[in-house]
């Protein structure tokens, strides 16, 4: 039987019987050096001036070729968008760098699903008939980073209301829009920030109004007793030795020792009373100042955009 090649990355696979005495260095050569481009081999595509008609991976039965090894370099001046085309027959993952001048985008497609690669790197996986990019971020993901300039597959925001910007977490369900407020960082917090409250005029007040007499009912008074109490005089009447009881405005008597008391009368009834005020009154403002120092220590920044 012939030899024949795997549908993945195309090594040969030995026939019976073939090749007597020189199975060893096809060996080396059509098996063992392509496994090696295959799992960690990096190949240089040029694909300078191809913008608009593309290039096409090279994919060879039992040799080397393009479309076998590990990681593509994409390298060239571009003066358009460029499609590179691999074979439907492979399950692979690349890693592809975009290393092209020009400021445009190499396009990996692989059937249906095209993946399209900017300035920079990007981990691409097929399943023989599409692309899928392999990513730590969805595009248009929007982060911080302490450095100057945006990473490799990033885009600084430049909008006037990130400058100088704080940052405020807020509940994402009722955060409305994404920028606020109007005084820059810095201007907010700056050196030194000075109070001062200066002396005012005296000013007379004079409250005006009526004062309206309140008279106090019987159901408005809480309950009390008013008791009139004398000595206990030998050889006088009866009469003469009992306490008077004033009890809610009605007068008895009684016969008993001193202090003795009876129930009283009335209920604790609310009633109001009228505000009533006339005269002048003044406020005189005292002197003061004092300063405080806000010059916040901070870290710059930038919000960038994945692409």
Not at 51 to 66: E, F, K, M, Y
Not at 146 to 171: D, E, K, M, Y
Not at 248 to 265: A, D, K, M
Request: charged share 15%; glycine share 12%; hydrophobic share 30%.
């Amino acid at each position: 039987m012939a030899s024949s090649y795997s549908s993945r990355i195309k090594l040969e696979k030995q026939g019976t019987g073939e090749n007597a005495n020189t199975w060893g260095a096809r060996l080396n050569t059509n098996m063992i050096d392509l496994v090696d481009a295959a799992v960690a081999g990096v190949t240089v595509v040029d694909v300078d001036g191809q913008g608009g008609s593309g290039v096409t991976l090279t994919a060879n039965d039992g040799s080397p070729d393009q479309a076998r090894s590990l990681g593509l370099r994409m390298t060239g001046t571009l003066v358009a968008d460029v499609t590179v085309s691999y074979s439907t027959r492979p399950e692979k993952i690349y890693f592809v760098n975009n290393e092209t001048l020009g400021g445009h985008n190499v396009i990996m497609d692989n059937g249906s699903t095209k993946v399209t690669v900017t300035d920079g790197a990007a981990l691409i996986a097929t399943n023989g008939s599409n692309s899928f990019a392999i990513k730590d971020f969805e595009s248009g993901t929007r982060l911080a980073f302490n450095q100057n300039t945006a990473p490799h597959g990033w885009t600084v925001i430049t909008s006037a209301s990130h400058n100088g910007a704080g940052l405020r977490i807020v509940n994402a369900a009722t955060s409305g829009a994404q920028v606020g407020g109007s005084s820059e960082f810095t201007s907010a917090f700056n050196s030194t920030i000075t109070i001062s409250n200066i002396t005012g005029a005296t000013n007379n007040a004079t409250l005006t109004g009526s004062t309206d007499g309140t008279r106090l009912s019987r159901l408005q008074i809480p309950p009390h007793n008013h008791t009139i109490n004398h000595q206990y005089v030998p050889d006088r009447d009866d009469d003469e030795n009992k306490n008077t009881i004033i009890q809610g405005g009605s007068t008895t008597t009684s016969n008993g020792n001193v202090g003795e008391n009876g129930n009283g009368t009335g209920q604790a009834a609310e009633h109001s009373h009228s505000l009533a005020g006339l005269g002048e009154h003044s406020h005189t403002g005292v002197s003061a100042s004092g300063s405080f120092n806000l010059d916040v220590k901070y870290v710059n920044f930038i919000v960038c955009e994945k692409d």
